[in-house]
């Protein structure tokens, strides 16, 4: 009996749908990077060992290759790629240079419990160029989470171990009740890959960072549970217009 | 890896608080909790050189006066004649064993070895595996006792296919698989090496006469072994991080010594082999470049001062790397070692000038045709790529999490469809979902198709001028081809067999692939939907809403503007959504009909009628005030 045009026609409410708030977070510090001068790159999320892990300076014995870590696909041909940094690879063996780039996407590990997930999104950036330093690090990194968490956020760099990074370190920020939170991983490109990827290291230098970007969304939303990310209830969704 | 902050103090000259150790530790890289003032440690994988107390004494020897506890057994050892065969001799370039005879044993503990459990609160074992316990607490380097009256002389180490059955020190029986590396005693696997002893060959407070043995095995043959036969295993944690290759002389005296203050010994002698010597490294000393690397200025006299500090010496302008330091190779090492001693956090940043680039590849299309869908009530949803369909070119997970997720999915439809249905389940009744992936299948792994997944069933909208209308394949279509202008897509019903839901609402659902259709250039017009600002997440409940419809007759259509305001910004705990979902204005009478969804849900339990009629009171008595409104039917 409803009729449509009336000059008492009610307001209609919004019916609008939203985008994925993991989603939504990983365009925005996508865009938040390109914004700082870095290129966006894609890569596939199924790799070769040799991208996904030898390139990377990891190790056939290190820990994370092994099969109670990583996905293995097709009679161990491939992997499903364990982060990003694939994609850095790629970009540094197409371009030379100085070079900028930034991939975010779907990651894999075999992990399956209340905190950690089998699959999850990373954003990943590179930068090679002459006289890339720790401190140019350091200053990027400052930009990163000022502009995610807002200028007056305390910071806390600790020495880490990346087999890609050399020095490596992992950022924490300190949270309104005192206790300090990690964020995201960094660190001067490991000269070895640098090398791998025909680019000359007494020449050029480099720095990577990473961020999970579930991580950054959990504590931008207030989200304590990872898992209702992805159960696609439409209760939780609806909280993401 | 716990660590005494009792047993750090003891060995420090000045006294620091619990907290600036703790300090120091995260500047150093040592990430930890504190519980009783034990640090539980969690060490980066490559420094296998700190699990121990003096490893990490070691390293907070850059800040404090260090004295590390170096009584050893310092009178000759005879040799062992030990008829040892090293089959594997590149898994294990060292190794040494201990051969003590004793006549029995103190059985109150003294000195370190008391404070150590005391400290610790560790069970004790036996005299022999305790001090091997706390040597390996003390030094890092894992030991392994033999009981010697329970084994031959003739032992031997084999990298071996094995499937044999093996009893662990501590009752396990583990079936072994595949090529491991192991001790051999008459034919009989006596430890699976690095890892665990076996139980038949293990101490106990009788034992009188031990053989301590000391070795060097290649992480390579020892990572992952401890996971896969779930073995935990504090040896095979330090023997896959690498541990000193030059250290045993010291270890065994070290033993010895704990066992001479416990015990009259009556015999010992040592057994020891290195078969393979590991080079020194040297790296050249080179001040500018670590500058370059860290962005700092720090000069020759406070970078060598932090090197000595680090034993890393300086010989005619190389830095000799000590022998526990296996993860210092290269300048950049070096580098790392430097910022660790002034503090990552005290290095100054420098603005960081961007190269110029060329413009990005942005997924431009993408985020139009999300645009539109969103702007049509679609909800994006993320799923992952596992589940148990084996289709033709489907890809096999080796290792999956389970047989439910051995394949990557070869469509979206299957994740949809559950999506769909466990909203059902949660009395949705207008769901309209889609998701844009990657999807791959076997015959071609390097490039993925884009595929986008779209499903609806219910409602077409919660409002009052799509309320009664319900999702159709017409609808979807339609939807779809107002940004699809060139290439096929099919419309699917989706059966409702085998589903395993009591509702009967029509399912649809259309696969489109992004590569092989062309969309309107309007989508790069579409209004962003993405929201400004992270509002805070509110906790969603899990208890089932409950529902109510009001329907009035305004008799003056100008007050239907104040109803509509007044129940609309009706606020309760209780109540999750109100919308209009009828409305009719009958011109001839000059009155309206209007009648409005009350959904109501409480976060703490199930909503009872009682709870939402009261709400409902409230309601309909805020309503009531209104001029000229009535609710038909109502009772007074």
């Known amino acids: 009996m409803s009729t449509s045009k009336d000059i008492y026609s009610p307001k209609l ?46 190790k056939k014995t290190h820990p994370a290759r092994q099969m109670h870590d990583t996905f293995y696909v097709e009679e161990k041909s491939r992997v499903l ?19 900028a780039y930034i991939s975010g996407g779907k990651v894999y590990r075999k992990d399956d419990d209340a905190t950690h997930l089998p699959m999850f999104h ?37 020495p880490s171990y990346f087999p890609f990074t050399e020095p490596s370190a992992e950022v924490d920020i300190q949270s309104e009740d005192g206790n300090w939170l990690e964020i995201l991983g960094c660190g001067i490109v490991n000269p070895i890959v640098l090398k791998n990827c025909n680019i000359n290291p007494d020449e050029y230098s480099g720095l990577a960072f990473g961020l999970g970007i579930e991580r950054i969304a959990m504590l931008k939303y207030g989200v304590n549970d990872i898992r209702e990310f992805y159960k696609s209830n439409l209760d939780f969704l609806n909280q993401f217009k | 890896m716990k660590i005494s902050y009792k047993h750090l103090i003891q060995n420090l000259e000045s006294n620091p608080s619990i907290d600036e150790i703790s300090e120091r530790l995260f500047q150093l890289g040592h990430e930890h909790e504190i519980c009783d003032e034990i640090f539980d440690m969690e060490l980066t994988p490559n420094r296998g050189d700190c699990q121990s107390l003096n490893g990490i004494l070691r390293d907070l020897n850059l800040f404090y006066e260090v004295k590390i506890n170096t009584q050893i057994y310092d009178s000759e050892i005879p040799k062992f004649e030990f008829n040892f065969q090293n089959n594997a001799v590149d898994k294990c370039s060292h190794i040494s064993f201990l051969k003590i005879e004793i006549d029995k044993h103190n059985q109150e503990y003294k000195d370190e070895l008391k404070t150590y459990f005391d400290v610790l609160k560790i069970n004790k074992n036996n005299f022999f595996t305790d001090i091997s316990n706390y040597i390996s607490y003390e030094t890092g380097q894992p030991t392994h006792c033999y009981d010697a009256t329970k084994i031959t002389q003739n032992i031997s180490l084999d990298f071996i296919e094995t499937n044999e059955i093996f009893e662990t020190v501590l009752g ?36 009188t006469s031990v053989i301590v043995e000391c070795a060097n095995f290649n992480p390579e043959f020892i ?3 401890s996971v896969q036969y779930n073995l935990k295993s504090e040896a095979a944690h330090k023997f896959e991080r690498g541990v000193d290759p030059f250290c045993h002389d010291f270890i065994l005296r070290r033993f010895l010594k704990i066992v001479d203050n416990h015990a009259k010994i009556k015999k010992v002698e040592i057994f020891n082999k290195l078969y393979k010597k590991p080079e020194s490294i040297l790296i050249k000393y080179d001040k500018s470049q670590i500058n370059n690397i860290l962005g700092t200025d720090i000069n020759d006299d406070e970078m060598q001062n932090y090197l000595f500090k680090l034993n890393l010496h300086i010989e005619n ?47 431009v299309l993408e985020k139009g045709i999300k645009n539109f869908l969103i702007s049509r009530g679609f909800f994006e949803v993320i799923n992952f790529p596992f589940n148990s369909e084996n289709k033709k070119n489907s890809i096999r997970v080796d290792n999956p999490l389970d047989s439910n997720r051995e394949f990557l999915r070869t469509s979206l439809k299957h994740s949809l469809l559950n999506n769909l249905i466990y909203n059902e389940k949660r009395q949705k009744d207008c769901i309209k979902l889609f998701e844009i ?27 009052y001028l799509n309320f009664s209308k319900k999702i159709d394949q017409i609808f979807l279509n339609n939807t779809l081809k107002e940004i699809i202008i060139e290439g096929d897509f099919k419309i699917e019903q989706i059966s409702r067999d085998n589903i395993g839901s009591k509702f009967k609402n029509d399912i649809y659902y259309a696969e489109i692939d992004l590569d092989e259709h062309k969309f309107s250039k309007s989508l790069d017009e579409q209004t962003n939907f993405s929201p400004d600002e992270f509002a805070l997440y509110e906790p969603i409940s899990e208890f089932p809403v409950s529902s109510r419809d009001l329907s009035f007759l305004i008799g003056d259509p100008t007050q239907f503007k104040t109803l509509e305001e007044t129940i609309l910004n009706f606020k309760n705990k209780l109540v999750k959504e109100i919308f209009i979902f009828d409305f009719y204005n009958n011109k001839d009478k000059n009155i309206l009909k209007v009648a409005f969804r009350f959904i109501f849900q409480s976060n703490s339990k199930t909503v009872t009628d009682i709870e939402v009629n009261e709400v409902m009171d409230l309601i309909i008595k805020d309503s009531l005030k209104i001029r000229s409104i009535e609710i038909p039917g109502l009772k007074k």
């Open chain 1, 13 to 58: 409410n919004e019916t609008y749908g939203a985008h994925h708030p993991i989603n939504h977070m990983q365009d925005f510090v996508l865009n938040l990077l390109k914004n700082l001068g870095f290129e966006i790159a894609t890569g596939p999320e199924i790799e070769s060992e040799e991208f996904n892990f030898d390139m990377l300076n990891i």
């Open chain 1, 81 to 99: 790629r364990t982060h990003t940094s694939p994609v850095q690879i790629r970009c540094m063996l197409e371009k030379k240079p100085p070079l």
């Open chain 1, 122 to 158: 990373q954003v990943e950036g590179i930068c090679v160029d002459k006289n890339i330093n720790f401190a140019h690090l350091k200053d990027l990194i400052f930009k990163i989470v000022n502009e995610l968490f807002g200028s007056s956020v305390k910071l806390r760099f600790r």
């Open chain 2, 172 to 207: 396990h029986k583990t079936q072994l698989r595949g090529k491991n590396l192991v001790f051999i005693d008459k034919n009989k696997i006596i430890n699976l090496a690095g890892i665990m002893g076996g139980n038949e060959t293990s101490c106990s407070d009788s034992t």
């Open chain 2, 223 to 225: 990572i992952g072994k």
């Open chain 2, 317 to 363: 302008q190389f830095i000799v790397v000590p022998s526990y330091r296996n993860d210092i190779k290269t300048q950049n090492d070096i580098a790392e070692e430097i910022a660790r001693a002034i503090g990552y956090n005290n290095i100054k940043k420098s603005e960081l000038n961007m190269p110029c680039l060329s413009s990005s590849s942005e997924k």
């Open chain 2, 437 to 463: 992936s990657d999807i791959y299948d076997s015959s071609c792994f390097e490039k993925a198709r884009r595929k986008l997944g779209i499903i609806s069933c219910g409602r077409i909208e919660n409002n």
